[in-house]
């Protein structure tokens, strides 16, 4: 007998407003946050709808620090949780986001980047918190960012942020911008059937047994929800596999190469782009956030005069898509990376480039967006 087919659900909706879809999506139940200009909407939709969920919590918060202390004790007592952020907030949050890290929490942090530094330009585009999203913590840690550039991937990303953050067990950053998060399209919500929810892996051994920080074949321990039984030990410190602090350089090695193999690893799941004509492409165009629907049409402009132009639009900034940086740079003449920063994602192309070919970069920071011609100048140049 046939199945019937279900109706997916459009909606006009702005890129913050297509974030909390994806979050009830991806079964978002906790929030926590202190509303900031460019991503207030994604708040303010969040105490609507999430009251409206079985067991969901939102709460508004005296600042961003206890916004992630917030998330980070709901995450550990078994919720899937979010706050969301701009600059200014995002800096805040990072002696907290490091503890995150530390202790292993899968938690879900998006920030609407604005231009900084300090308080910036709250209602400008611009794309600052790059390098702030992978090193604003001290120390080395793995960290895992996304990025999206119209509002359905702001949906579709905050469901891969979600599924990121519980299978490997750590903080996922969603990197938007102004323009992304306030512009109004029509979306499809996809149903259950649509997309893969993944669940915490929690210890299937008796609570005697349990060891909070085992080392295992993937280097992610299960994590049981805190009340649930299991008894572990959640500190900053440098700690051993049952979770107390260690300065044995043994154990905090072990530690230390544990976190990082556990991404490392997996580097193929993580790393997440798309290539427009980049099949014999002559130029090839390295773009995310709103900046890659500017560089799509430059491309169409550019091939419509016969240029081999192509787009290789970033989902995942970090870990690095070395390897499809790496394997355009050696069949095409020049790199071309428009941002608006003075270029932090360039860096990384130019670091893995390593003198493959010609990197040209296209930095704009006076809040205002980079335009197709911009690019289809650079790329005609090139």
């Known amino acids: 007998m046939a199945t019937k087919k279900r109706k997916k659900t459009e909606i006009f909706a702005l890129g913050n407003e297509a974030v909390v879809e994806g979050a009830l999506l991806a079964g978002c139940n906790f929030y926590a946050g ?7 909407e994604i708040a303010e939709v969040m105490s609507s709808r999430l009251p409206l969920v079985k067991d969901g919590v939102f709460i508004q918060m005296e600042d961003e620090i206890a916004s992630m202390g917030a998330i980070i004790g709901a995450s550990l007592a078994g919720r899937k949780a979010m706050t969301a952020t701009s600059g200014p907030g995002f800096s805040l949050m990072q002696e907290n986001l490091g503890y995150a890290c530390m202790t292993e929490v899968p938690l879900v942090v998006v920030n609407v980047m604005r231009g900084g530094p300090s308080t910036g330009l709250p209602t400008s585009p611009a794309q600052g918190d790059v390098q702030q999203a992978r090193w604003g913590c001290h120390g080395d840690h793995p960290i895992i960012v996304l990025s999206a550039s119209d509002v359905q991937e702001c949906l ?15 903080p996922v950053i969603l990197l938007l911008d102004e323009i992304t998060a306030h512009t109004r399209e029509k979306i499809s919500i996809p149903g259950p059937e649509d997309f893969e929810i993944l669940a915490r892996v929690t210890p299937a051994m008796p609570p005697e047994w349990y060891v909070s920080y085992e080392e295992t074949m993937r280097g992610v321990p299960a994590l049981p929800p805190l009340g649930s039984g299991y008894r572990f030990h959640v500190t900053g410190l440098t700690h051993d596999q049952n979770g107390f602090p260690t300065s044995k350089p043994d154990e905090v090695k072990a530690l230390m190469h544990r976190q990082f193999r556990k991404i490392d690893q997996f580097f193929y799941d993580i790393q997440l782009f798309d290539e427009v004509g980049c ?45 499809a940086v790496q394997a355009l740079a050696r069949q095409c003449k020049a790199l071309v990376v428009p941002e608006m920063n003075m270029g932090q994602i360039s860096r990384e192309v130019k670091r893995v480039n390593n003198g493959l070919t010609h990197v040209i970069t296209n930095n704009r920071v006076d809040g205002q967006i980079i335009t197709p011609s911009e690019i289809f100048k650079n790329i005609m140049q090139a």
């Open 279 to 323: 099949e014999d492409a002559e130029v090839v165009v390295v773009a995310y956030g709103c900046v890659a629907r500017s560089a799509e049409l430059a491309v169409h402009m550019a091939r419509e005069r016969g240029v081999k132009a192509g787009l290789l639009k970033l989902r995942t900034l970090f870990p690095f898509p070395k390897t």
């Open 34 to 40: 202190y509303p900031i200009t460019p991503s207030t």
């Open 156 to 170: 579709e990303m905050t469901v891969v942020a979600f599924n990121f953050a519980e299978k490997y067990r750590t």
